[in-house]
């Protein structure tokens, strides 16, 4: 049964650094669409950065810009987030989401509203 496993995540101070990791299980499957929404508590799932992993096209949100970078192994088969710089305002559940094969055509549009999978979450705490 194909699922998304993530690892990472956990407390850090303001200004410090988490990378979080999404890969698939089994491991033979490679998905080309990958990326992290998050959930504020009290707040809607918003989406955080996605990669298209053939290409290495990437997209971020606005307020992670310059502080987040999404990657992935050689293999395709895991995807990476690196966190830097975190605010207070990066607390909260970060959710790798993960289509296998969307294409090329509007990509990141379709990993925005029609994820295939999900992985099970990790919290990120930052505390002041």
């Known amino acids: 049964q194909f699922e998304l496993v993530e690892s990472g995540g956990g407390s850090v101070q303001v200004g410090g650094s988490v990378r979080l990791s999404c890969g698939t299980s089994p491991a033979t499957y490679k998905t080309k669409c990958m990326g992290w929404f998050r959930q504020i508590s009290g707040k809607e799932r918003e989406r955080v950065a996605a990669?298209?992993?053939?290409?290495?096209?990437?997209w971020y949100a606005d307020p992670v810009k310059g502080r987040f970078t999404i990657s992935k192994d050689s293999t395709g088969n895991t995807a990476y987030l690196q966190m830097n710089s975190l605010e207070v305002e990066d607390t909260a559940m970060y959710y790798c989401a993960a289509i296998i094969d969307c294409g090329f055509m509007r990509w990141l549009e379709k990993w925005t509203t029609q994820p295939q999978y999900w992985g099970h979450g990790t919290q990120v705490t930052v505390s002041s």
């Open positions: 990669i298209y992993t053939v290409g290495g096209n990437t």
